[in-house]
C-alpha cells in the first residue's frame, strides 16, 4: 500500500493523496507553469529587457555602423539610487502598551541586521530586477548551521574530571560493581575530541532570480495563488552529501545540468566537469506543506511537511506597475523599449549620412598614372605632368555633394523627451543642464512632477522593506537560540552594546520606514531647509514657545551632517531679574488703584494701608522687642522687601498666583 502524505493543516476538506501522485501532481504545475511564460513571451521579454540593459540591443551582427544610445541604462540607474541607495529607518511600534520596551529593543535589532548582515545590497539587486524585468523577488528565511571544531586541552581536562568523578561516585555507591567501572584511558578514549559550534543563527535575506520562480498561472497576484515555486541549481556531488535528503533519493539522484552562458538557458550547454541537479522547493497553498522534489526521479527529497514559517511562503515581491488581471506586472524598460530601438535606428541612420560626406574628386580618363599618382600624394611641392592640352578646370573636379535635411537627424532630441516623459526622470535628475534656461520657479514645478513619480516607486519600495522587517522578528521569535547582542548607537554617537534573546522581543508590532530614509541626501537641499526653518523661527526665539537648543541641535544635525551637534551647545544659566524690571514691576504696584491694591493686601495676609499710610514691606517688617537705640526709642531693624518677599512685585506676583489658583 502506498505511503500517504500527512494533511496537518490542510484547508479545508482536501482528499487524502499518495506521494507518488502528488510529487507527479507538482512536477505537472511546475512544467504547465514553465509553458504558460513561454507561451506568453514572459521569458522572451525579460531576457530582452536584460540585454537592454546591457547594451546588447541588436539581435544579429553585421557589417553597417551600428549605434546603441543605451537610455535605458542611464534611466534604470537614474531610478534605482534615488530609491535604494541607503539604509532603511525602520521603525517598530507596539501594539499593546506593556510592549513598548519589547519594542525598542527590537527596533535596534532590525536596523542593526540590516546593516550588519549587508541586506541593502540583496535588496538593491531586487529593486534592479524590479526596474528592469518589472519585479524582483526576495526570499526571506531562517539560516541555522553549526560546525564541529577541536577540543582545547583545558576542555578535554574539564571534561575528563567530570566523568572521572561521576564514576568514582558509581564506584562508592555500588562497591559491588567496582570492577564494572571504566578505567581513566578508557574514559579518556569515550570523551570527544570535537564540540558543535554555531556558526549562523539568524534570518537572512537574499535575491532569487525571476526565472527561478514558479506561480500558478491562473493567479493574478500573490494573495489569490494555490501554489508557488523555486528552482534551485546545485552541484551533483553536493547533493549527494547533503544528508538532510534521504540516502536511497540520493542514490538515485542523476545530474541534468551543465554549466552554460544562461544558466537557465538548457540550448546553450558548455563542457564542464562539474555536474548540477535541478531541484524544486514547492510550497502548497492549499495543503500548506512545503516538499522539495529532484527534476528527475521518482521520490521527494523531502517529504511534505508543514510550513516552516509561521507567515507562510518565504518570497517577498517587489512590483513594477500592475497591469490589470495579471499577475506579472511591467517594467520601465519595457515602456521604453520601442524609444530605444527608434533612438538606436536614428543615430545608426545619423552614421551612414555622415559616410556620404567624405569628398571625392573626378578626373579624366586620359591623365597618366604618374599624374594620379601624384595628385594623390602628401608631398608639397610635388610635380604633376599633364600631357593634354584641356583646360586644368576639366581635367579635376570636386564631385558635387547636395547638403543633408538636418532636421531628419533633430528626431534624437525627439526621443530622448518622450523617453523623459514616459519614465518621469527630467535632466536635472539625470545631472544635465538644459539648454533652455529656466527660473527657480519652474525648475520648482518640474522637480515637483518628478518628485510625484518618484514618490510612488518609494512607497513601493518602504513598504516591502517593511514586510521584509515584520518577517525577519517573526523569524527571530520564531527560531532565535540562546542570547544574542545588537549594537546601539546613542545620540552623542556612542555604541553600546545591548543582550537580548528571544523573550525580549515576543509581541506583536506595526513595521514603518521613515519616509525618505533609503534616498540619496542632497546635502544643498537639506542644508537649505534646515537653514530656512531656523530663519523662520528666529522671531520666536525669545519667547517661551521655542525650545532653542534643540532647534540649534536639529540644524547642525540635519542640516550639516553634525552627528554629535550636543558638544557644540552650551546650556545658558537662567538670566537673574534685573533691577530694571524689578523697578517696572514696583512702579507698577504703586500706579494700581487703592482698591485693588487694599485687594492684593488682603490676599497676601497683611493689614489694609491707607493711601499714604505704611507700606506692605513695612507692615511686614519684624519688631525688635527689647531693643531700645541710644535715643531711647524701639530698635527696628532694616529689612529689605525682596528679604521679606512682600516687595510690591513679589505681592504682586503671589496675589495673581493665588487669583489664578
Known sequence: MADLTSQEGAVGDLPRISQADLLARYRTRVDLSRKWRESEGYDNMWDRMRDMYAGKQFANACDEDRIAVNIAFATVNVIGPSVSVNHPKITVAARQMENEDKATIAEAVIN?????????????????????YGHGWLKVGYRY???????????FADMFHVAKGQADEYAADNPHLATDVPTDEQIAQSIPTHKPVVIEDRPFVERVSVKDIFVDPE???????????????????????????????RKNLKADAEVTNDWRDPSKKYGDDVKRVTIYEFYDLERKTLSVFPHGGDAFLVKPIPMPYTYGIPFVMLRGYDKPDEFYPMGDLEALAPLQDE???????????????????????????????????DNRGEMVGIDDDTPFDQLVTPVPFGPGNAQLYQHSETIEADVDRISGVNEYMRGGVPETRRTATEASIIQDAANARAADKLDQVEMVIGQVAERLLQLAQQYLTGQQVVRVTGTSNQHVWVPFSRRDIEGEFDFTVEGGSTQPMNESFRRQQATQLLQAMTPFLDSQLINVPALLQYTLQYGFGITNPGRFISQAPPTPQGPDQKMVETMAYKDTPPDI?????????????????????????????????????????????????????????????RLNK
Request: proline share 8%; net charge neutral.
Open 112 to 132: 542593526y541586521w540590516w546593516r550588519h548582515y549587508d541586506y541593502k545590497s540583496e535588496f538593491r539587486r531586487a529593486v534592479k530586477d524590479s526596474l528592469v
Open 145 to 155: 548551521e553549526e560546525r564541529p571544531v577541536p577540543l582545547t586541552d583545558q576542555e
Open 219 to 249: 493567479c493574478t497576484s500573490i494573495h489569490d495563488m494555490h501554489w508557488i515555486c523555486q528552482r534551485i541549481v546545485r552541484p551533483y556531488e553536493e547533493v549527494k552529501a547533503d544528508k538532510r535528503y534521504p540516502a536511497g533519493v
Open 343 to 377: 533612438l538606436n535606428q536614428t543615430r545608426s541612420q545619423m552614421v551612414e549620412a555622415r559616410k556620404q560626406d567624405i569628398p571625392k574628386l573626378m578626373y579624366r580618363k586620359s591623365l597618366s598614372a604618374a599624374a594620379i599618382d601624384a595628385l594623390k600624394s
Open 597 to 657: 491694591q487694599r485687594q492684593i493686601e488682603a490676599q497676601a495676609g497683611l493689614q489694609p494701608s491707607s493711601i499714604g499710610g505704611s507700606s506692605p514691606a513695612e507692615q511686614a517688617a519684624p519688631s525688635a522687642s527689647g531693643q531700645v537705640g541710644p535715643d531711647g526709642q524701639p530698635l527696628t531693624p532694616e529689612v529689605s522687601p525682596a528679604m521679606t518677599g512682600n516687595d510690591p512685585a513679589s505681592l504682586g506676583a503671589q496675589a495673581t498666583d
